[in-house]
């Protein structure tokens, strides 16, 4: 009896012993299971060099289409009128520059378009075009376009050309494997990989207050070269255009930017049937909604849109019944976070076109239809009325632009437009520049530039003190304008 007493009480003993095993290692669910932490899913991938070979064949697909890009021309710079050089260089004049140029493009259809950045041939005298296989071929500019750093070149068509189909940049994915195909440093044909690192980035500053900008981000190694070179995904679809890159070394950080490719094809299409770029235009100044907005409205944290700070009379805005204080939250049934992603599809719309406008006022939801107008139209004729003398237009300094710059929102104006071939275009003045005086007089509004303008303009000559707004660099500008 003992001795089965002493069996039982040892299968008994290993039986909890046991039981305990269990429960550390997790077999038995307690009563707080749901709320314990689980690990992510693990992958496991079988590559056997099938994801390394098709990175080649897409390359080796693509690689027909890219085209090493190679411009002349010249720049005509304007001397600043300064006693001190003017006793060494003589009077001031303008001078012409020669410039050479290299960037990137890429093949997109079989009639011979190719695109590529603004800023590779906005110089452009004259075009030449290289293919992998040593062709070299003279191009003509079709169109360019400043906002979005966009450009349309035309060779003759042939049949072994190879073009690249331009894919839907809305559907790639962060964390997506791209390839880019481009001439970095002049190496032409230069193939570098990584992956689509974030999609609309808008506050990069780099196009000016006038740019459009809704950059996808990659850190694929991009350097300068690559301009106008096409960004690709393993399908072998163009999902961007490469365009520039964030670097205190001007090399590759990973931290490259290129131009969806659904915006590089409405622009290329309105360049190739229009010659020119047409935008829809709403007709107000909107502002993001910064927590300090929202803490002085009421409103709730999770209330998204863009204020609006002022409305331009009898625009399609004004016409709708949109008013100065509403706070946009849709357009076009697309809820509206950002006052760039607005800028965007108010752009992309078609002039004449009528769309929904969501709005919250005094804490109602109303809804208007705008009729857009043309955007081209509105700032020729804003040109015409308020800066004739020297084809400028100008705003206040945003806060942004004079983070970056170190200056002073009370103190210039930044240059939003410049018309071509107006005296100011011929200075060298770009979008983006701020000018902080006029002769001896500091610039304190776009109103006071104007009447500043006017009275120096007698002369014949106006010198501006000018911060450029790509480099940083002040200096002293003349401008030749009728008395």
Do not use: C
Request: net charge negative.
């Amino acid at each position: 009896m003992n001795e089965r007493k002493r069996y039982l009480t040892i299968i008994m003993s290993s039986l909890v012993i046991f039981g305990f095993f269990l429960l550390g290692m997790g077999l038995f669910a307690g009563g707080d299971a749901e709320e314990s932490a689980a690990p992510t899913t693990q992958y496991v991938l079988k590559d056997e060099g099938g994801f390394l070979n098709l990175i080649s064949e897409v390359s080796n697909s693509v690689m027909p289409a890219v085209v090493h890009i190679d411009v002349t021309g010249t720049v005509v710079q304007q001397a600043p009128d300064i006693p001190f050089f003017r006793e060494f260089f003589g009077p001031p004049g303008k001078r012409e520059m020669p410039i050479q140029a290299l960037g990137s493009g890429v093949l997109i259809d079989e009639e011979g378009h190719i695109i590529t950045n603004n800023h590779v041939v906005q110089h452009a005298e004259e075009i030449s075009v290289e293919f992998s296989d040593g062709t070299i071929r003279e191009a003509e500019l079709i169109g360019t376009d400043q906002g979005t750093d966009l450009a349309v070149l035309k060779i003759e068509p042939s049949a072994d050309m190879r073009y690249a189909p331009l894919g839907d940049s809305d559907q790639v994915q962060v964390g997506e494997w791209v390839i880019a195909i481009g001439s970095p440093r002049g190496l032409s044909w230069t193939v570098t990989a990584g992956i689509i690192s974030a999609k609309h980035r808008t506050n990069i500053g780099a196009l000016g207050p006038s740019g459009y900008e809704d950059f996808i981000q990659t850190d694929a190694a991009i350097n300068p070269g690559n301009s106008g070179g096409p960004l690709i995904n393993l399908e072998g679809e163009i999902v961007g255009i490469n365009s520039l890159i964030i670097s205190a070394s001007r090399g590759s950080e990973g931290l490259g930017f290129a131009v969806p490719s659904n915006m590089a094809k409405s622009i290329s299409r309105s360049l190739i049937e229009e010659g020119t770029v047409v935008r829809g235009y709403l007709g107000v100044q909107i502002q993001d909604l910064t927590a300090d907005i929202r803490r002085s409205l009421g409103l709730d944290t999770s209330v998204d849109g863009v204020i609006v700070a002022d409305v331009t009379a009898d625009s399609p805005a004004d016409d709708a019944g949109i008013r100065q204080g509403d706070i946009i939250t849709s357009y076009d049934g697309e809820d509206i976070e950002t006052v760039a992603q607005l800028r965007n599809l108010v752009a992309a719309t078609e002039p004449g076109s009528e769309k929904p406008v969501g709005v919250l006022r005094d804490g109602e939801s109303k809804e208007y239809t705008v009729k857009e107008g043309k955007l081209g139209e509105f700032r020729q004729a804003r040109l015409d009325r308020e800066s004739e003398l020297m084809g400028l237009t100008v705003s206040g300094i945003s806060a942004e632009t004079a983070g970056r710059l170190g200056l002073r929102q009370d103190i210039g104006v930044q240059i939003v437009d410049v018309e071509a071939g107006s005296p100011g275009a011929n200075a060298g003045l770009s979008p983006g520049d701020v000018i902080l005086r006029v002769g001896n007089s500091v610039v304190r509004s776009p109103d006071q530039f104007n009447r500043l303008v006017k009275a120096a303009s007698e002369d014949g000559v106006v010198l501006l003190l000018v911060v450029n707004g790509r480099t940083g660099v002040t200096s002293y500008i003349t401008v030749q304008v009728a008395g």
